[in-house]
């Protein structure tokens, strides 16, 4: 099983090594070429608005929402959470999405989170994060904060977290995407 990694921006290496970690390989994204053989998709944080003009610049954009709109399998952090759950960008999850919800980079802060079906606590990375103020029945929201801010949810073949799971130790969230999301998909880019 190949999981492709959005290369264009963010903490690219930290996921690769997290997959692996899921004994699953890796391959870079860099151009529509890219996709092809791919068994899902990660798309790390950065700053969305730049992520969404590389997209569109590598010819990137439409393919990649293409494949979204498909049901193919994609994991969003951070800046991936914002670009699935924007209308106008690749509307992967029925979520309104608030960006850089918790302030500025001095607001950044660590968290330990309750996250469903996981039995201990996940430690929450979160850097000028994003959060959903609200989702789509379609949605299962998978964590939220103590003030009710949802910050990972599931749809369909879409998993997003508000947060960098990528920044711990801790692989519980990309096993998730692996065995969950990207095992259960007879999809393979093409």
Known sequence: MVIGILALQGAVSEHVNMLKRCNVQTKLINKPSDLHGIKGIVIPGGESTTIHKLLV??????????????????????????????SDALNGLDGEVKRNGFGRQRESFESLIEVADFTKPFPGVFIRAPYLEKVGTDVKTLATL???RIVAAKQNNVLVTAFHPELTKDIRFHKLFVKQIVSNSNIVSK
């Open 57 to 86: 610049r590598e010819k990137l954009f439409e393919p990649l929402k293409k494949l979204v709109q498909h049901n193919f399998p994609v994991f969003g952090t951070c800046a991936g959470l914002v670009l699935l759950a924007q």
């Open 146 to 148: 103590a003030d009710g």
